[in-house]
């Protein structure tokens, strides 16, 4: 599933929820101090909480929490890890023999290398990362 930042001037990014989070993450370590969300009409006040930035509610992010969001991520680029071009991917052809690597200490360490790489946010994301900056400097935006 994915994650759709729009403006209210109807500019839009799409994100999946994993680099949504990561984005998150990220921020918040760079100094963003998320101010919480403003719940959608349609939601039940005493259902919602304000600390939702991750479903795709129709929650408002306003505007001073969004410029704090891009000045945040302002900060991450410069320190954005090199992508590494030498992971290959890894298939397994079956749960055994995931479970197998998994209990070998050199084949765990490469599937954990993997995954860090695979999601982590490095400089490819950097074009994704202006594009967000872009659009929070816009103002408020909903999460759709």
Same mark, same amino acid.
């Given at each position: 599933?994915?994650?759709?930042?729009?403006?209210?001037?109807?500019?839009?990014?799409?994100?999946?929820?994993?680099?949504?989070?990561?984005?998150?993450?990220?921020?918040?370590?760079?100094?963003? %101090?998320?101010?919480?969300?403003?719940?959608?009409? !349609?939601?039940? +006040?005493?259902?919602?909480?304000? /600390? =939702?930035?991750?479903?795709?509610?129709?929650?408002?992010?306003?505007?001073?929490?969004?410029?704090?969001?891009?000045?945040?991520?302002?900060?991450?680029?410069?320190?954005?890890?090199?992508?590494? %071009?030498?992971?290959?991917?890894?298939?397994?052809? !079956?749960?055994? +023999?995931?479970?197998?690597?998994? /209990? =070998?200490?050199?084949?765990?360490?490469?599937?954990?290398?993997?995954?860090?790489?695979?999601?982590?946010?490095?400089?490819?994301?950097?074009?994704?990362?202006?594009?967000?900056?872009?659009?929070?400097?816009?103002?408020?935006?909903?999460?759709?």
């Amino acid at each position: 599933m994915t994650i759709d930042l729009v403006s209210i001037n109807g500019e839009s990014i799409n994100l999946s929820r994993m680099g949504w989070n990561k984005i998150f993450d990220l921020a918040v370590n760079n100094g963003w %101090e998320p101010m919480g969300t403003i719940r959608p009409s !349609s939601w039940p +006040e005493d259902e919602w909480c304000s /600390d =939702d930035y991750f479903s795709n509610a129709g929650q408002l992010v306003q505007s001073g929490d969004a410029l704090e969001l891009a000045d945040a991520l302002v900060r991450v680029i410069p320190n954005l890890p090199e992508k590494r %071009e030498d992971i290959q991917p890894l298939e397994f052809k !079956s749960n055994a +023999e995931l479970y197998e690597a998994l /209990d =070998d200490p050199q084949k765990r360490e490469k599937l954990r290398e993997y995954l860090r790489e695979i999601y982590m946010v490095h400089k490819g994301w950097e074009s994704k990362l202006r594009e967000l900056i872009a659009l929070c400097r816009g103002g408020e935006f909903i999460i759709l």
